[in-house]
């Protein structure tokens, strides 16, 4: 049995660190100690701000990993709050705190797993290996997180076998969805010319507005795709359009715009750009765009961890979890690049980035049970 009370008390002192991204507040650092106690070899690849930990532990064999983060957006208005957001709080059979659910409250429930598991003469050494890797920066930039821990895995020539990430993956209740792909993010910002003067002249002028509108309907017409069985169709949305000074007798110089991808694996980046520009190009506008491509869709072909994963929410959560592959972008957009499959688990999502945020009492002890049944299975099966 795990032990309920000791999974209490780290998440409590997880949550108790004021670590908003990029700051690790400390975190980091206690988990480095609670990891060495527990057997693991630590490196830190620390860059900027950001800190980052990689724990390991085993000589050879297939390498499975966990991979997680201890930052958390702020906490908003903090007179809003029933309760300190950075102290672990309980009423109604909820736990409430700021990390909750994404994510300290997995990292707490897989190291509980995890140090039991190596204690339990169930992980041989010589026929395993297993990697906890943290960072401080998931929820801002995340340019000296992940990505740096990726560096120095690939500096090593480590690949991952098996990765699970423990995000919120859970809708309604634990266990009933996990991420086996995310779809990529694409940013375009269009910058409109015009030709700006006395709004009673138009003839004089180039109206920005009038000569993107068309344009901009088209965007937003265009079905991009139907999806297939891993991923929802493509959506583009405008995020942002300005012109104008403020006045009503004045056309504007110029029209600023941005919009974002959601995209799924049937799409690379150029794709889209270039089917974007084609559509531009059909209207009689002045235009130059800039894009950034902040992730690329990821996908693993289902394997031995998929199984595993399944199994265990099965036998221990009596569900049959959804394979999805929506929400925004995670970590394992980096972690694509070392690692075999990958497989997100982890809480409810449903209250995270929120004021009070929480999760059911009774997910944690069973998210730490479930991934001991994860690991149990990984080695041992
Ligand atoms: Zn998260």
Redesign the pocket.
């Known amino acids: 049995m795990l032990d309920q009370q000791k999974l209490h008390e780290l998440t409590s002192k997880l949550i108790n660190f004021k670590s908003i991204s990029p700051n690790q507040d400390g975190c980091i650092d206690y988990l480095q100690q609670v990891l060495t106690d527990s057997g693991f070899t630590i490196s830190r690849v620390d860059r900027n701000n950001t800190s980052n930990l990689i724990a390991k532990i085993g000589n050879t064999g297939p390498l499975f990993a966990y991979a997680g983060?201890i930052d958390v957006v702020p906490t908003g208005d903090i007179s809003q709050w029933n309760f300190d957001p950075f102290t672990l709080s309980e009423q109604d059979n909820k736990l409430f705190g700021r990390g909750i659910a994404?994510?300290k409250g997995s990292v707490a429930a897989f190291i509980i797993a995890v140090t039991k598991f190596i204690k339990q003469d169930f992980f041989n050494p010589d026929n395993g290996q297993i990697a906890i890797l943290i960072t401080s920066d998931?929820?801002a930039s995340a340019t000296d997180g992940t990505p740096v821990i990726v560096e120095y895995l690939k500096s090593q020539n480590i690949i991952i076998d098996y990765c699970l990430i423990g995000?919120?993956s859970s809708a309604n209740l634990l266990g009933d969805s996990i991420k086996v792909g995310r779809r990529g993010s694409l940013t375009g910002f269009i910058e409109v010319q015009g030709k700006q003067g006395h709004i009673a002249y138009p003839e004089l002028c180039i109206n920005p507005i009038h000569t993107f509108a068309p344009a901009l309907n088209e965007l937003i017409l265009t079905k991009w795709d139907n999806g297939n069985n891993i991923f929802p169709p493509t959506s583009l949305q405008i995020a942002n359009i300005n012109a104008g000074l403020g006045v009503t007798n004045v056309i504007a110089n110029t029209l600023t715009s941005s919009f974002n991808f959601r995209y799924n694996n049937l799409y690379n980046a150029n794709d889209l750009k270039q089917k974007v520009v084609a559509i531009l190009n059909k209207h009689d506008i002045k235009y130059t765009i800039k894009w950034v491509n902040s992730a690329k869709p990821f996908y693993t072909d289902p394997g031995k961890l998929l199984k595993v994963v399944t199994k265990s929410i099965k036998q221990q959560l009596g569900l049959t979890p959804q394979q999805k592959t929506d929400g925004g972008t995670?970590d394992g957009r980096f972690l694509i690049e070392i690692c075999n499959e990958i497989i997100e688990f982890g809480l409810s999502n449903k209250y995270?980035h929120q004021i009070n945020e929480h999760i059911n009492t009774k997910d944690l002890y069973d998210l730490a049970k479930t991934y001991y049944l994860i690991l149990n299975k990984i080695f041992n099966d």
Request: aromatic share 0%; no cysteine; net charge negative.
């Open positions: 983060h994404d994510m998931e929820e995000e919120p995670s995270i």
